[in-house]
């Protein structure tokens, strides 16, 4: 399960319409990928299809749909968004990273 917090559905559902997207219908496509400084990053996108590989997940009115695969690497995760002056952006809270770089787009277990 992955949990999105209000206020990364808030900057979700404005993206999302901005790009032609629909929150209603369409996917947040999250991922894990082999790269950045600690060995895996994040991966973030939206999608209109959903693949007979991706498990589907719904929190807070979105939905999010994740290759099986990188499920492994996300289970428990709580997407947050951080706007501020000096904010990130969207950032993935793991409880399954055990180490992750100072801007926090990759991680490693």
Request: net charge positive; aromatic share 10%; charged share 25%.
């Amino acid at each position: 399960m992955i949990k999105v917090s209000n206020t990364a559905k808030s900057r979700i559902t404005q993206l999302m319409a901005d790009g032609g997207f629909n929150v209603a219908k369409d996917f947040v496509r999250v991922g894990v990928k082999s790269g950045g400084c600690s060995g895996l990053s994040y991966e973030l996108d939206f999608d209109k299809i959903k693949g007979e590989n991706d498990k589907l997940f719904e929190d807070n009115n979105v939905k999010i749909i994740v290759d099986k695969k990188s499920f492994l690497y996300l289970i428990g995760t709580i997407l947050e968004y951080n706007g501020g002056l000096n904010g990130k952006g969207f950032v993935f809270n793991n409880p399954n990273a055990n180490r992750t770089c100072g801007c926090g787009e990759s991680f490693s277990l």
